[in-house]
């Protein structure tokens, strides 16, 4: 059986194949998150150097990880949709860089009141918190160039090619650790050799990983609708939805 | 290379624009000692972050005359249009921006740091990482003119999206030079600072052409 896999590429199948996503995705957040937390608050052991200030971690990783991810998905996107001018995964991106934007942001913050205790000081300028703020900027640059240009079409392929010129930044800040040795410590979890932490912190830490992934792909399979709806409102199926929902 | 030319000979005409970028220049690193006070020690330990930020804004205040007079006039188009490939027209119009507002700067700078006190050995290095580093601003910029261009605000927004990616060439172009003073080698700054020279030199004529191509579509 041949699969059409162009099928959701357009926007009007897409809106409606988000619209049966976005509970369960929603769902799997909320679930996660509070398992995530619950282990990380409650059944994590206490670090017996850190104290009990470590379990800002919990945030803080998947917080950092999910900001440089995010970027490079949206960067994909951008990416192709300037390459094969599909106008969904132009809006998808756009819908990316919000969240990115805020999980930076989230990153900064937990690694400030982290590094308050710990460093004695909330903001050193040591080379992963610098490429952080970096990364913060380039978010808040696309969506500042998409936001100043008025045609949409223009907007999309600007943005992509500033998101790809600032898709140097995430190697960087990914081995910034390795490459510079500065204050902030090492990866605590790699792929290639035991992780330096209790099974549970380990495990709690995923799961919150996995609840950022689940609430991402939530809030932005939803921005994409609102997304396709603006843009498209001129079309004969976003005309016939509003008929149904004013019929509801 | 005819580009190169007719816009050094468009500066030419027009010294002005020039000349008030590196006065620019000039301003902004002596605000420095009138705003922390003349304490030669501290300046010294400055005199490279100050001379490098300076020459980062001068050199991104010029961005906006790199496309938008050929825009305003029509003959970007024309240049759109010609057969000539268009990456090499914008690293044509790079250069040029990089001889007109570069140079004076790195010219200028040894200068500004007997200013600051610098030693010899460091005015040289300053000199030098600025003469790497300055025309890595100009291609980089040209993304951020060519994505900006004819937009309103576009001035501000230049520097939102341009200043970002310039960090990298002031972190090693000042670190090169205290380095030097700190008695440390600079050559891992240099050959990075070269690094960022060659990776722009190729691809962002190329990133500027393809913005210019969707901005004027």
């Given at each position: 059986m041949a699969i059409n896999w162009f099928k959701y590429s357009s926007p009007a199948s897409f809106y409606s194949l988000a619209g049966k996503m976005i509970p369960?995705?929603?769902?799997?957040?909320?679930?996660?998150?509070?398992?995530?937390?619950?282990?990380?608050?409650?059944?994590?052991?206490?670090?017996?150097?850190?104290?009990?200030?470590?379990?800002?971690?919990?945030?803080?990783?998947?917080?950092?990880?999910?900001?440089?991810?995010?970027?490079?998905?949206?960067?994909?996107?951008?990416?192709?949709?300037?390459?094969?001018?599909?106008?969904?995964?132009?809006?998808?991106?756009?819908?990316?860089?919000?969240?990115?934007?805020?999980?930076?942001?989230?990153?900064?913050?937990?690694?400030?009141?982290?590094?308050?205790?710990?460093?004695?000081?909330?903001?050193?300028?040591?080379?992963?918190?610098?490429?952080?703020l970096i990364l913060l900027f380039l978010y808040i640059g696309f969506m500042s160039l998409q936001a100043a240009i008025d045609d949409p079409r223009r907007a999309d392929k600007a943005g992509a090619i500033i998101a790809l010129v600032g898709v140097v930044n995430i190697p960087i800040i990914y081995f910034s650790v390795q490459w510079w040795n500065t204050l902030h410590q090492g990866a605590s979890v790699s792929v290639n050799q035991a992780p330096s932490m209790a099974t549970t912190m380990l495990m709690g830490m995923l799961i919150m990983v996995l609840a950022s992934w689940m609430y991402s792909i939530a809030v932005i399979l939803k921005r994409t609708r609102v997304i396709i709806l603006e843009r498209e409102s001129h079309t004969a199926w976003v005309a016939e939805l509003r008929k149904k929902e004013a019929v509801r | 290379m005819w580009i190169i030319k007719r816009d050094l000979l468009l500066a030419v005409r027009r010294q002005s624009d020039v000349l008030t970028t590196l006065f620019f220049f000039i301003i902004v690193v002596s605000l420095f000692p009138l705003s922390v006070g003349p304490e030669m020690n501290m300046l010294r330990t400055m005199a490279p972050g100050v001379v490098w930020v300076a020459a980062l804004l001068a050199s991104m205040l010029s961005l906006g005359r790199m496309f938008s007079n050929d825009y305003l006039d029509g003959t970007l188009e024309q240049m759109?249009?010609?057969?000539?490939?268009?990456?090499?027209?914008?690293?044509?119009?790079?250069?040029?921006?990089?001889?007109?507002?570069?140079?004076?700067?790195?010219?200028m700078a040894p200068v500004l740091g007997i200013q600051y006190d610098l030693p010899v050995d460091a005015l040289f290095v300053l000199t030098v990482t600025l003469l790497l580093g300055t025309p890595v601003l100009s291609l980089i910029g040209a993304i951020g003119a060519a994505l900006t261009l004819g937009l309103r605000g576009g001035g501000v927004l230049v520097s939102l999206l341009v200043l970002p990616l310039y960090i990298p060439v002031l972190?090693?172009?000042?670190?090169?030079?205290?380095?030097?003073?700190?008695?440390?080698?600079?050559?891992?700054?240099?050959?990075?600072?070269?690094?960022?020279?060659?990776?722009?030199?190729?691809?962002?004529?190329?990133?500027?052409a393809s913005s210019l191509r969707v901005s004027l579509e």
């Open positions: 369960v995705f929603v769902v799997a957040s909320v679930i996660l998150l509070v398992a995530g937390l619950y282990v990380g608050f409650f059944v994590a052991p206490t670090d017996f150097q850190q104290g009990e200030a470590y379990r800002i971690i919990f945030i803080h990783v998947p917080a950092a990880w999910m900001s440089m991810f995010l970027y490079v998905v949206m960067a994909f996107w951008a990416g192709i949709g300037l390459a094969f001018n599909t106008r969904l995964s132009s809006m998808f991106a756009t819908a990316i860089a919000p969240t990115g934007a805020m999980f930076t942001f989230i990153a900064l913050w937990t690694g400030a009141l982290w590094g308050k205790p710990m460093w004695g000081t909330w903001w050193v300028w040591d080379a992963r918190l610098t490429s952080e | 759109l249009l010609s057969p000539q490939s268009l990456s090499l027209l914008v690293l044509g119009k790079a250069l040029a921006h990089w001889l007109v507002t570069g140079v004076p700067l790195v010219l972190i090693f172009g000042a670190g090169a030079v205290e380095a030097n003073m700190a008695g440390v080698g600079f050559d891992a700054h240099l050959s990075l600072i070269g690094a960022f020279l060659l990776v722009s030199l190729v691809f962002a004529p190329w990133a500027a």
